[in-house]
């Protein structure tokens, strides 16, 4: 049984700080590409982030860059995402997916997801 479950959302402060995790279960996680997403309400899912199978590739949306870090290990099956500088525009439920072999952006290609944590920013 698949399982991809999220933890460390929260509320936080402007200018705040959080780390995600992603702990997955039932299939091979180094075979995967990890990735983060969001939802913010009224809007459409988006990539945030997303990690190659060995950590040596990883791409971020150009609002995420220099403000959050993704990684990744595969001893502990577990991907992160730490949240630096938060915004009120980060306000949004984070997903992390997990696609198989490839190295995508698109959420479409994803093959699993978690069931989301909710991450507010607000003073």
């Known amino acids: 049984q698949v399982q991809l479950v999220e933890s460390g959302g929260g509320l936080v402060r402007p200018g705040g700080s959080l780390r995600l995790s992603c702990a997955t279960s039932?299939?091979?996680?180094?075979?995967?590409?990890m990735a983060w997403f969001r939802q913010a309400p009224g809007k459409e899912r988006e990539f945030v982030a997303a990690?190659?199978?060995?950590?040596?590739?990883?791409h971020y949306a150009d609002s995420m860059k220099g403000r959050f870090t993704i990684s990744r290990d595969n001893a502990k099956n577990t991907v992160y995402l730490q949240m630096n500088s938060l915004k009120p525009e980060d306000t949004a439920v984070y997903y992390c997916?997990?696609?198989?072999?490839?190295?995508?952006?698109?959420?479409?290609?994803?093959?699993?997801w978690g069931q989301g944590t909710q991450v507010t920013v607000s003073s």
């Open positions: 997916a997990a696609s198989y072999l490839r190295f995508t952006y698109t959420a479409t290609a994803y093959d699993y």
């Open positions: 039932g299939f091979t996680f180094s075979y995967y590409t």
């Open positions: 990690i190659s199978r060995s950590g040596d590739t990883i």
